[in-house]
């Protein structure tokens, strides 16, 4: 089965507030993760990365938190916008068995609605 | 100067017929990947290419048949189409592992499949 998943389907905020997106993975080999934006009727767009070496990365206005010892891994949104609003998913690159191949397996996704 | 483009953004078409959605990516990347997008926003892997080589084939029925013709291409042939092969199919590509590390790939803008 699938071993990324989210604790909230659907996240409703006003602007200018935080907005914070959980994802938890259960795959403890996996060593890279990415959060990636799905507006209506487009494909999924890099947000931010974290590799397993790291714990905390900044962007503009987004930073990614993981914890490797509960295996969760965090999207925060600063002074959320309107424009913010889409579904995010969180991936995380897993090791095809038995190979030094890798596949970005995607967790269910949170839809992220920001009310003007 | 889109990075990855597939045709067609929209598929209508019955029963038992056979079509292809092509994809391109003018990024240089080595891995292309095509996934599978159902009603519930969930993503898929399918297939993943590696300089034409197949390397990933996650158990999808052999009416889909993906053909890469040069690394930059990545087209995905469906024969006898049923109602539940209905989604949006989305192509991706990356640069695999790139000195040792992985890196995020890049989608197209999906092409939404509907089979009636």
């Known amino acids: 089965g699938e071993s990324v998943g989210l604790h909230l389907p659907t996240l409703s905020v006003q602007e200018g507030d935080n907005s914070i997106i959980n994802c938890a993975y259960s795959?403890?080999?996996?060593?890279?993760f990415i959060w990636y934006k799905q507006e209506s009727g487009k494909g999924p767009q890099f947000i931010i990365d974290?590799?397993?070496?790291?714990d905390k990365r900044q962007g503009q206005r987004v930073t990614v938190l993981l914890n490797k010892t509960v295996k969760h891994l965090s999207l925060q949104i600063a002074a959320t916008q309107p424009g913010d609003s889409a579904v995010y998913f969180c991936a995380e690159n897993i090791r095809n068995s038995g190979g030094s191949n890798y596949k970005l397996t995607f967790g269910k996704g949170t839809l992220l609605t920001v009310n003007p | 100067d889109t990075a990855v483009s597939q045709t067609p953004k929209y598929l209508v078409t019955q029963m038992g017929n056979d079509k292809s959605i092509k994809c391109e990516q003018n990024l240089g990347h080595d891995t292309m990947y095509w996934y599978k997008q159902d009603s519930k926003k969930f993503l898929k892997i399918m297939f993943s290419y590696n300089n034409k080589e197949l390397i990933i084939n996650e158990t999808v029925p052999n009416r889909f048949s993906p053909k890469s013709p040069d690394k930059a291409h990545l087209n995905l042939h469906i024969n006898s189409l049923e109602l539940g092969d209905s989604a949006v199919y989305f192509c991706a590509s990356s640069h695999g592992r790139n000195r040792g590390k992985n890196t995020e790939a890049f989608f197209g803008q999906g092409t939404r499949l509907t089979v009636v």
């Open positions: 974290i590799r397993s070496n790291m």
């Open positions: 795959n403890s080999a996996s060593d890279y």
